[in-house]
């Protein structure tokens, strides 16, 4: 038995407002389902965030359709859960996924979690924040006693685990229970075959650079899924890698050598197929960045989709620190003002309630207060009533800005 294993290619998203992008995510979603249909396999899997949103354009639910279709023509099940992405962290709600159960997709949910195909175990849960990891826990606990009947098995996850997905992981590698022969993740981007209990864990990553962090595993790893041999005793994996077609070029230049740089990447993009990206540090910068740009603009525009410059300023009365320390972005910044707290659950909920707000998701913001609060506080007489939570409102933001903040939530 032979099955494809793919995650993370989330497709809709329009990488900095580029219909370009968009296209791009289609294109390799569509090589790599060629590629595993050459390699007759008997079915695949899919661990999540198969959509941008939760909420796809007919024009993704379409990319997605032609794909299925083919799989569907070549005599392959496709099995896949829900991530973050394409979830709706309510109650009742249900993914988009389930638009194509007609079409021969098989959903797992907590509704129907497992599958048998042939004799191997399928089974697995869609993403649960980390502020319900007791229940994923204990949904966990449940499938590893039906995992137990079987001699070959496959979990399918999407959760960030503490080992390989640093501070805001949703799951610790020790309540992953340790008697199935595959674990099947998604959510890390970046590729991960490791050993775990008796079988493999392996993150395929994401199918496209989603983020400019993910070049460095592209360049070693490449992007695409893998390819699972169960023929024998124990899972042999095999990485199948797609080009995916747009290139990101970085590099540093120096200001005083900015002319013979640039003329430097111009040969070398020059002949490209598809417009690269170009993410471009200009250090030793003396003089007006305005004018340094239209330079670069005009000799590399027409060559590039986009040019990302980022200049590094030389500030003559700064003495000691270096003038570009490490950046902080607003995750961090809670993290750093609840360390006084010493609680993880409050730390994972409040990053939690900040992706929610910042992609004006109010409805799922309310819903996953209510949970933190019963699962945290409802016991305890000191605290408000769990009513309460339904009468936080939640302004609308405006400009982009994010109008609401914890203490406007929480009080």
Known sequence: MKFAHLADTHLGYRQFGLIEREKDFYEVFEKVIDKIIEEKVDFVIHSGDLFE???????VLLAFQKGLLKLKGAGITMYAIAGNHDSVMRKGAIPPQVIFKKLGLKVISP????????????????FYPASQSK?????????????????????????????????QYELELG????????????????YVN????????????????????????????GKGCVIVDFDGPKPVIKRLSIDAGREFIIRTI???????????????????????ILDLTIKNVDGNTKDIYEIINNELGD??????????????????????????????????????????NVEQFALELY???SKDKNGESKELVHQFFNDHYSKNPKYCNVEEVEEIEVPKKESGDIQVTFNEVLK
């Open 111 to 126: 509704i129907n979690p497992f599958y048998v195909h042939g004799d191997l175990f399928i089974a697995g849960l869609p």
């Open 175 to 190: 309540d992953v229970p340790d008697n199935f022969s595959y674990y099947a993740l998604g959510h890390v981007h970046k």
């Open 194 to 221: 490791d050993s775990f209990g008796n079988g493999r864990l392996v993150y395929p990553g994401s199918t496209e650079i989603w983020k400019t962090d993910e070049l460095e595993d592209y360049k070693n790893n």
């Open 303 to 344: 060559l590039a989709l986009m040019i990302r410059p980022k200049f590094e300023i030389i500030d003559e009365n700064r003495t000691g620190d270096p003038p570009f320390p490490g950046s902080v972005g607003p995750k961090e910044l809670i993290v750093e003002q609840l360390e006084k707290y010493n609680d993880k």
């Open 355 to 357: 992706d929610f707000l």
């Open 135 to 167: 229940l994923l826990k204990s949904k966990l606990a449940e499938l590893s006693k039906k995992a137990a009947n079987y001699e070959k098995s496959v979990l399918v996850l999407h959760q960030g685990i503490d080992k390989y997905f640093g501070y």
């Open 254 to 276: 120096d200001y005083n050598k900015l002319e013979s740089n640039v003329a430097g990447i111009k040969e070398i993009i020059k002949d490209f197929d598809k417009k690269p």
């Open 53 to 59: 949103t939760a909420k796809p354009s007919p024009n």
